[in-house]
């Protein structure tokens, strides 16, 4: 099992930044990757950017492109979610997932998000 903790979100207003954290704790020496999802009101569930946690690849999904870096620090078992130039269609419940090598998939509690324009 693999356990979850995001911290971060917030309200900002548009143009500005967030930094969300997550941290892991219990067998992550399973995780092969881990990343971000996020929900907005009445809408699915998207991937929005991902890092594996050996050799540090990278996903992003194309709205968030060049204004979102995701990161990790291995000996804290933690990833971030660098995020700039916030729009207010940024607005969602932000989980942090993780992926083991044995495919199991963990998700954290979310963080909640809001950009004001």
């Known amino acids: 099992q693999v356990q979850l903790v995001e911290s971060g979100g917030g309200l900002v207003q548009a143009g500005g930044s967030l930094r969300l954290s997550c941290a892991a704790s219990g067998r992550t020496f399973s995780t092969a990757s881990m990343g971000w999802f996020r929900q907005a009101a009445g809408k699915e569930r998207e991937s929005v950017a991902h890092i594996t946690w050996i050799g540090g690849s990278t996903y992003y999904a194309d709205s968030v492109k060049g204004r979102f870096t995701i990161s990790r620090d291995n000996a804290k078992n933690t990833v971030y979610l660098q995020m700039n130039s916030l729009k207010p269609e940024d607005t969602a419940v932000y989980y942090c997932?993780?992926?083991?090598?044995?495919?199991?998939?963990?998700w954290g509690r979310g963080t909640q998000v809001t950009v004001s324009s």
């Open positions: 997932t993780a992926r083991g090598y044995d495919s199991n998939d963990y």
